[in-house]
């Protein structure tokens, strides 16, 4: 990376982070459920790695660390590493905000104050909430690879089919860096073996992304409860991607859009001859894309991808004609392409009849398309 966000942190500093993540004091989970929620119009990640040490809080988009100080920082010996750490990290241009237990469970409201100034100052000029609908490059389309797991594994279905299953990579990570390393923004991660159960279960893998990468992660499958929501954002996502809850229990997905906010969910419209399909593919319902897309804007979701089971995985080209009539239909929509995608030259049809971003696979992980040539789209 150009902006290394853990300046060259060592593999046993990320081992530390993921065991402090793992086993956080009740005030670490009193101020990172307010922090997760993007609601300071930034992104936070817990329990950091950065050169040798580890960070309470940090975002990198403002470099500003949050530091929640126990009592064994009163400690003499602790306060002088405490200072000479504080000191390291801010002649690399990280910004800090220190508070106590007691501060962060007596007086949160005036402790979440303090860093929503500071996040403030920091933001000049005002930066985009990774969540928020990101313009395209100088290509006029935003690139969304995507990564599908299934038993932690990086893997690909033919139309959505887990008969149809390749495995292209047995570390999502390594796949994710690569993206990251050719200059890509967002990632689309997808928990196969969630979509199939109703119940999210690779999110540690969404967690070793999100904590060793800059990506911007939209993660689905299996997203059924308010819990599971939780248990997505808790482990990095940006946005939860949700499709079949959004058919089969409407209710329970506008009060997700309540409770979370509209703008942190990224709706899928899974397609089967202009009718939704849901749980992985796996049901077809009597609903029309067009019904349902219509119905959730007025609802305040800002995003939706829509994909072509019939398309998705055969690398035969999107469906231009569906796409360019859902453009046609919501134009002021944040659309994404999905499904298809085979050649630099559908992602330029895409973009001609409108699309905003697109998300590509199979074409990636087949080598019909390489990185280097999406750095057009960058």
């Excluded at 298809?340 to 409108?354: H, S």
Aim: glycine letters at 8%.
């Amino acid at each position: 990376m150009k902006d290394d966000m853990f300046y060259k942190a060592h593999p046993l500093i990320f081992k530390k982070a993921d065991e402090l993540r793992n086993s956080p004091t009740e005030t670490e989970e009193l101020l990172w459920n307010y922090l997760r929620r993007g609601q300071l119009g930034v992104k936070f990640r817990r329990q950091h790695p950065a050169a040798n040490y580890v960070l309470d809080f940090y975002c990198h988009s403002v470099k500003l660390a949050v530091e929640i100080d126990g009592s064994v920082h009163s400690l003499e010996e602790v306060k002088k590493n405490d200072t000479a750490r504080q000191k390291y990290l801010e002649q690399n241009g990280i910004s800090f905000q220190r508070f106590s237990n007691y501060q962060v469970k007596h007086e949160l409201e005036n402790v979440i104050s303090i860093i929503t100034q500071k996040v403030k100052e920091l933001s000049e000029p005002v930066r985009d909430f990774p969540g928020s609908p990101p313009a395209g490059g100088a290509g006029g389309l935003c690139i969304i690879p995507a990564i599908d797991i299934i038993d932690g594994k990086c893997v690909r279905l033919t139309q959505g089919d887990y008969e149809q299953k390749k495995v292209y990579n047995e570390n999502p990570l390594e796949v994710a860096k690569q993206f990251e390393d050719a200059g890509l923004l967002r990632l689309h991660l997808v928990d196969l073996d969630g979509a199939r159960q109703k119940a999210v279960k690779n999110w540690k893998v969404l967690e070793t992304i999100a904590s060793r990468t800059s990506l911007v992660i939209d993660f689905g499958g299996g997203i059924a409860s308010e819990n599971d929501v939780k248990i997505v954002f808790d482990s990095g996502a940006a946005l939860a991607t949700v499709g079949s809850i959004a058919v089969k229990n409407e209710l329970e997905f506008v009060k997700w859009l309540m409770i979370f906010g509209a703008d942190k969910f990224l709706l899928g419209a899974d397609v089967k001859d202009k009718m939704i399909a849901i749980h992985g593919w796996l049901e077809t319902t009597d609903r029309s894309v067009f019904d349902f897309i219509r119905n959730y804007i007025a609802k305040g979701v800002q995003q939706i991808f829509c994909t072509d089971v019939s398309k998705d995985g055969k690398l035969e080209g999107p469906s231009i004609e569906l796409y360019k009539e859902i453009v046609a239909k919501f134009p002021d929509l944040y659309f994404i392409a999905s499904g298809g995608v085979a050649t630099i030259n559908d992602l330029e049809k895409l973009r001609d009849i409108g699309c905003k971003a697109a998300i590509v696979g199979k074409a990636i992980y087949e080598n019909r398309i390489s990185l280097k040539e999406l750095k057009t789209f960058l």
